[in-house]
């Protein structure tokens, strides 16, 4: 869940550049339809306000878990989830959710990161072109393979073209 302090179309998502000026950097601004104002005071025009460059707010996007989402217990290794937890964030949740997900989504092809940097660096970001890849280089190859057989049928007569001369 956003802030609530921050959400609210009275609310300027930044905070107060006046007040920053002056040392205090957390001072959240509001506006009305004139003017932008602080709870220390300042007020000045939208114009004004946004000239002097206020910081904005960051908003940190929280997970929320679905309406039918259950919180389930499984067993992994500690120093593995402390790293997981730590580089995927919010994203923690979403991203076993869908790892699940896939594994019951028929087999699961698993990557790990090294091939996945490869794969990266060839441009391929995603199952869908992996997929777009694997039935080119398909079509390819049996592309290749009848070529191949066309070359050989044309070394064929000619050899027996030479013969018969
Ligand atoms: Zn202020």
Redesign the pocket.
């Known amino acids: 869940m956003a802030n609530p302090q921050i959400v609210g179309n009275n609310m300027t998502g930044a905070y107060?550049?006046?007040?920053?000026n002056?040392g205090?950097s957390n001072?959240v601004?509001t506006r009305d339809n004139v003017d932008c104002?602080?709870?220390?005071?300042?007020r000045m025009s939208h114009a004004q306000f946004w000239s002097m460059k206020p910081d904005m707010i960051k908003t940190e996007v929280r997970f929320v878990p679905g309406t039918n989402d259950v919180k389930v217990e499984i067993w992994v290794n500690n120093e593995v989830l402390m790293r997981a937890k730590d580089a995927l964030g919010e994203q923690f949740h979403p991203t076993i959710a869908s790892i699940i997900r896939c594994c019951m989504a028929g087999q699961p092809v698993i990557i790990d990161g090294q091939q996945a940097a490869e794969l990266r660096k060839l441009g391929i970001r995603n199952g869908q072109e992996m997929v777009a890849t694997a039935k080119l280089n398909a079509d390819l190859t049996s592309q290749n393979e009848d070529l191949v057989a066309k070359v050989n049928e044309w070394e064929a007569r000619f050899a027996s073209a030479l013969q018969s001369a």
């Open positions: 107060c550049p006046m007040c920053r002056n205090v001072v601004a104002f602080c709870l220390m005071g300042h």
